[in-house]
């Protein structure tokens, strides 16, 4: 997509985009993810293109990488950062295929984040991780529905309390609607079996900054 502003005379100029080419392509990875608040550190860059939808297109968002990103090191330009929903569902994919041990941070970004849910697993049907998705999700529930854990309860608390804000807005939408259907494609179904409860409640605990 190609951007230009036309000067309108008023304070702020009209922004025009022209569709430059019928394959869309987003970015993702976890560089993206940090910009969209993933608490986690890279030693280099991890962010890749990927082909996607013109939904996908109008909810990403052209990012200039701060000065402390990892991103800025190689980057002198905007990143075309895919939303949170998209990078979630392609990080997904990515591990499944690659085993890139990356499912973890993404317990934690549902653990501790607002999503999109419709999107998100409709995102995740398209991409072939529709069920490993809503197995995941299910599974962070589940966590921290229960009241009782083996693991530090400053960390469980912390973490259950933030992830009961987001269950009630959840409940609000419906959500148990979206998680009941099959979904398409179980790819990563094994890492998100062998997930687990600890480790979803200390990545949840650092990713709100409860622990280092």
């Excluded at 317990?107 to 697993?121: E, N, Q």
């Excluded at 062998?194 to 990713?207: E, F, H, P, S």
């Amino acid at each position: 997509m190609e951007k230009r502003l036309q000067n309108v005379q008023s304070v702020f100029p009209m922004e025009l985009y022209k569709v430059k080419s019928t394959r869309v392509k987003i970015q993702v990875g976890l560089s993206v993810l940090i910009l969209h608040g993933l608490n986690w550190d890279l030693d280099e860059d991890d962010m890749v293109w990927v082909q996607s939808d013109m939904r996908a297109l109008v909810r990403a968002t052209q990012v200039k990488p701060s000065s402390s990103s990892p991103l800025a090191r190689s980057l002198s330009g905007l990143v075309l950062a895919g939303c949170l929903e998209d990078c979630v569902a392609y990080e997904l994919k990515r591990d499944a295929t690659e085993d890139r041990g990356t499912i973890e941070l993404l317990a934690a970004i549902i653990g501790s984040k607002r999503l999109d849910s419709p999107y998100l697993f409709e995102r995740a049907d398209r991409i072939g991780v529709g069920q490993s998705l809503r197995s995941l999700f299910r599974k962070v529930s589940d966590v921290f529905s229960s009241s009782e854990s083996e693991t530090e309860g400053r960390s469980f608390l912390a973490a259950r309390e933030a992830f009961l804000k987001l269950a009630r807005q959840y409940a609000s939408i419906g959500i148990e609607d979206v998680l009941n259907e099959k979904g398409r494609g179980a790819a990563g179904a094994n890492l998100v079996a062998n997930l687990t409860d600890t480790a979803i409640v200390n990545i949840t605990a650092k990713q709100l900054g409860v622990t280092g």
